[in-house]
């Protein structure tokens, strides 16, 4: 569920534990994360200072995801994907999705949330 929100939003953040390495290719970085039996790649675009590739492995090589942000625009000084993937070829699933519009929302954002009258908090 995570991967189809991230695709929706076309972004996706990095989890800060646990450590990561990393090294340079070409013009990206490649940041590397090992948990237990799971090895997650990321591909950081110097150019567009974006993930564009989230790779899942196990251990021993063998690909179980891949979330690809491709065709990159500028939009108010910020590189936004276009085109979204999430592929998993070993169950032959594949969902790409295309912007035909992106904005920005203004920031500071303002959010104004009030409970109803008849609502109730409950502390857990």
Known sequence: FADILSAIAGSLSIPDAPPLTGMRSGDS??????ESALVTEYEVSLEYAAVTRRTKRTTDGATIEELLFRDFR??????????????RSHRSENLTLIFERMTLNEMPLDFAFKLPKSASTINL
């Open 74 to 87: 500028k939009r108010d000084g910020v590189f936004l994907p276009t085109v979204v993937s999430i592929v």
């Open 29 to 34: 970085y490649i940041l590397r994360r090992e």
